[in-house]
């Protein structure tokens, strides 16, 4: 466990964890970051989320075929052709891609996946739906961090989303809004590379700066 407490200092060094070690993660740590999930605000106080926890080795295994084709046609020939964001480099950014590659090619390893869904029932997902999954996704992040548990957000499956929703199981009526796997990192916790404040925040008119930013 990390020992970390400091809210400010876990989010300033929630760097991805994209290489992770298969060693069984206990239940009991997966539980806390369920908990944390369920504390997070949802619209209405509806708590329409539900989580799907996969252990099961083939069902990873199923859904991992949709997911490096999707890194296979579309992630890497973006990466390939992408300038670095804001903070990063070119050569940070070639070793963020290298990870990503190794995530995808070992994603069915991680030993636990959270699925975090929305049972919609028979109404249709809109552009709001994720406002009461998401905060859940990274209260879960959060959680992870301060365990000393290694994470991703990924939702890449979602460009191939019928195929691995079925190879997930799901239900009709249940969506998926990512996947996290859950795991003991290989590497190291650090500063997360971001551009500045000045780069992302204007004041009272789109592109005129923040001055106290």
């Known amino acids: 466990m990390s020992g970390d407490t400091d809210l400010f200092e876990i ?7 994209r290489r992770l070690k298969p060693d069984p993660v206990p239940d009991e740590l997966i539980r806390k970051i369920l908990e ?46 992408a300038a670095p964001p804001p903070g990063s480099t ?6 963020q891609h290298t990870a ?3 995530l995808t090619d070992h994603f069915h390893e991680a030993p636990v996946w959270i699925v975090p869904c929305i049972d919609h029932g028979d109404s249709t997902p809109n552009r709001h739906s994720g406002a009461s999954i998401y905060p ?10 301060a365990l000393g548990l290694g994470y991703t957000l990924t939702t890449r499956h979602l460009l191939f989303e019928k195929e691995s929703e079925a190879a997930l199981r799901l239900p009709p009526g249940v969506h998926s ?3 996290l796997p859950i795991g003991y990192p290989m590497g190291r916790f650090g ?19 923040a001055p106290w930013v």
């Open 36 to 81: 944390a999930g369920i504390y997070a605000p949802n619209g209405s106080n509806a708590q329409s989320w539900r989580f799907l926890v996969v252990k099961d080795p083939e069902i990873k295994k199923a859904v991992q075929v949709h997911y490096k084709r999707a890194y296979d046609e579309i992630v890497s020939p973006r990466y390939a052709g």
């Open 136 to 145: 859940a996704a990274q209260n879960m992040l959060l959680a992870a961090r």
């Open 100 to 102: 990503v590659g190794y």
């Open 90 to 95: 070119e050569e940070k950014y070639t070793r």
């Open 191 to 209: 500063p997360v590379g971001r551009g500045s404040l000045s780069d992302f925040v204007y004041e009272d008119s789109w592109g005129q700066p």
């Open 177 to 179: 809004y990512a996947i």
């Open 11 to 17: 989010m300033r060094t929630m760097r991805a964890m």
